[in-house]
């Protein structure tokens, strides 16, 4: 490679098959002349966070990265236009058939290539920030269930946004899967009260009362006329007793919300 260029030919049946060809050869050289310049690897470490906040234990994830086209967005500027010099042969095989070779000769300065490489290392920093921030999120410190589950969603838009063989993505995976045990080890549902008109079950993280907006499936084994209504920090479910319930038996209702795809539930005795 000539200093301050990127040289590269390329040969097709058409001239503009080769001339497209000679292009892509150049991009390929500058994805190569940015990974064999940049760190190749990214690194999080995963907490695992007690109800009480208290880190019990935690752990390194590394995943090897690799420079693609989508990284850099000043491939999309590569055209024809762009080239400084090129020239093009038709060429004629033995058996008579045709095809062209294309040479080009693309201009990219020092200085640009590490504009290019530090725009590339700014954009996976800024990546792998996101990353440990979602790796370091504790449940323990939010009040209200809405951030647990919009957290998780972010997490999963997030993990959508990068190429499919990313290694990011096993960490995403890590991740909210560290979410959905946070949730199963940590959250309940718990009784207020209960009479025969209506219950009402509060979401509790560890020992702190949340507030939500999330409405639960309810199941009885004689209530009838059942209807939930959301209060801040509880949901109040209201019911016909004296229609279907027999005093002489032991009368429930279940009362299920599903947080992570997790089942949350508790069964309150109606007397």
Known sequence: MEEGYFIASAEAPTLDEAQQKALTRVREQIIYAVATRVQSSTTITLHTVTDNGD?????????????????????????PSRVEEYYWQKIRRDNKSVYYAYHVKYPLSNSRLRELIADYEKRQRALNDTLQAFASTDFSTFTDLNQMISQH???KQFAQSLPEDDPRQEMCKAI????????????????????????????????????????????????????????????RISYDYQSGCYDDEENYIDVIYTVLGKKISTRCYIK
């Not at 590394?62 to 989508?70: I, K, M, Q």
């Not at 008109?197 to 939500?212: E, M, P």
């Open 176 to 235: 909210r899967q560290g979410y959905e045990r946070m949730v199963a080890q940590n959250l309940h549902a718990e009784p207020v009260s209960s009479d025969r008109q209506a219950t009402v079950v509060a979401l509790i993280y560890g020992t702190k009362r949340l507030t939500f907006t999330l409405r639960p499936r309810t199941k009885s084994n004689c209530l009838t006329a059942i209807q939930t209504q959301t209060l801040t920090d509880a949901t």
């Open 153 to 155: 969603s972010r997490l």
């Open 55 to 79: 880190v019990k234990e935690h752990k390194e994830m590394t995943g090897e990265l690799s420079v693609r086209a989508a990284d850099i967005p000043y491939l999309a500027n590569i055209s």
